[in-house]
């Protein structure tokens, strides 16, 4: 997604440049070239040798280096790149950029840019909020930096709050989401996938077998058109996509408030198996065998159908909602009666009979329906199906 792409990565000096170093491997993974850049600070931390190695480039960190300014002066440098990173950005190195300092080769090449600047804050929640700090970041949004993170939660110091560096793969999807070219640039978003599980008790979970493929493939596959995806997924058992946000859920209610908390989007993908019910009250407490031997009776209650509530949305209604249907028998019968109930515009139905192999299996038949009628798709791998659906996505939204 990154490929013919260059990003400069300036490393500050701060505990998490050593998830600069996973940063440069992911980016170099989508096929992204990295310039590692390093502050004397971060030197403290991370060694420009595993910087260079992992880079596979001659990494820069003084700013009177002359053989480099014979081979690539500052300047050409900065411009070479197609977007600029800084992760971390400390505090004084925001400082340096919103008080136009150039007084190490870092500072210097953000003074000296044209190119469009990523930065990714770390620093101790106080000094996150200490005014100073706001006013700073508050300069450089005004302008027109861009900024992914800080996270909230535990930080190296041992304190808790604003300031933790997001983390490499939302770096990940925030260079993606400036740099990645295509019919969906500039769109937004949010898939579902995988399954709910449903707490029965501290130990025991009502759940099904989705392993979230289909959902992960479609992200993907609508990453690569250059829409920015936020990709919001119950225990899946792939491994979630790579150049996307990610927000990982257990229960429907928790998948819900995260869509919510998620829109406005210009498109919702409900890909996601979600339980139709949960315990009316999840125990506090294991649940034990009974003496008698009687095994307790589970009382269910009924899910939020997500699916139907964003459909029927009167305000911030994504432009196309696609949902998904597993039918067993009667598919394109049972799949359009399913569009009009839930108020979706799309339904994408397959026959999940367990002689088709598709639940769990890497292949998908699957039959596109809306307000003109049925169009069923040959049988193909789910990547396959995810990049039609994305580049019809991509025309319907054009
Ligand atoms: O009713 P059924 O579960 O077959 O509908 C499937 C579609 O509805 C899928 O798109 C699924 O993600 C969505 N759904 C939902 N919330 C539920 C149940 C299903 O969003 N509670």
């Not at 502050?39 to 480099?68: C, G, H, R």
Request: with cysteine; aromatic share 4%.
């Amino acid at each position: 997604m990154l490929a013919g792409k260059r990003i400069l990565l300036v490393i500050g000096g701060g505990i998490a440049a050593f998830k600069a170093l996973e940063l440069i491997r992911l980016i170099r993974k989508e096929g992204g070239a990295v310039t590692p850049v390093l502050t004397n600070a971060a030197k403290e931390f991370v060694t420009p040798l595993s910087a260079s190695a992992l880079a596979a480039e001659k990494v820069y960190t003084d700013l009177f280096d002359l053989t480099d300014e014979a081979e690539m002066g500052h300047i050409e440098l900065s411009r070479s790149a197609d977007l600029l990173v800084v992760a971390p950005a400390t505090a004084d190195l925001m400082a340096k950029m919103a008080g136009g300092h150039a007084d190490d080769l870092a500072s210097t090449l953000l003074m000296a840019t044209d190119t469009p600047v990523l930065v990714a804050p770390a620093m101790n929640v106080r000094m996150w909020l200490n005014p100073a700090n706001q006013r700073n970041v508050a300069l450089l949004e005004g302008d027109g930096v861009h900024r992914v993170g800080p996270d909230e939660g535990d930080m190296a110091c041992g304190e808790y709050g604003p300031g933790r560096m997001a983390e490499p793969q939302a770096i990940l999807a925030a260079i993606v989401e400036r740099l990645a070219d295509g019919p969906l640039k500039g769109r937004h978003i949010l898939v579902t996938s995988g399954p709910t599980t449903e707490p029965i008790d501290p130990v025991r979970y009502i759940a099904n077998r989705s392993s979230g493929a289909q959902g992960t493939a479609i992200a993907q596959a609508l990453a690569g058109l250059g829409a920015r995806v936020t990709f919001i997924t119950g225990p899946a058992t792939v491994p979630p996509p790579q150049s996307v946000t990610v927000i990982k859920v257990e229960t429907a209610q928790e998948m819900l408030d995260a869509v919510r908390a998620t829109l406005p989007a210009d498109a919702a993908i409900f890909a996601a198996a979600v339980a139709d019910w949960r315990m009316a009250t999840a125990s506090g407490g294991k649940i034990k065998k009974d003496k008698s031997g009687k095994p307790p009776a589970l009382e269910l209650t009924e899910n939020p159908d997500i699916l139907a509530t964003i459909s029927k949305l009167k305000k911030g209604r994504p432009r196309l909602i696609v949902g998904f249907a597993a039918e067993t028998d009667d598919v394109i019968k049972n799949a359009t009666a399913k569009r009009k109930r839930k108020g979706c515009d799309w339904i994408v139905a397959n026959d999940v009979s367990p002689e088709t192999g598709i639940m769990g299996g890497s292949e998908n038949a699957v039959t596109l329906i809306d307000a003109d009628g049925a169009d069923s798709w040959p049988r193909a791998t789910k990547d396959q199906v995810a990049r039609r659906l994305a580049q019809r996505i991509a025309d319907a939204l054009s």
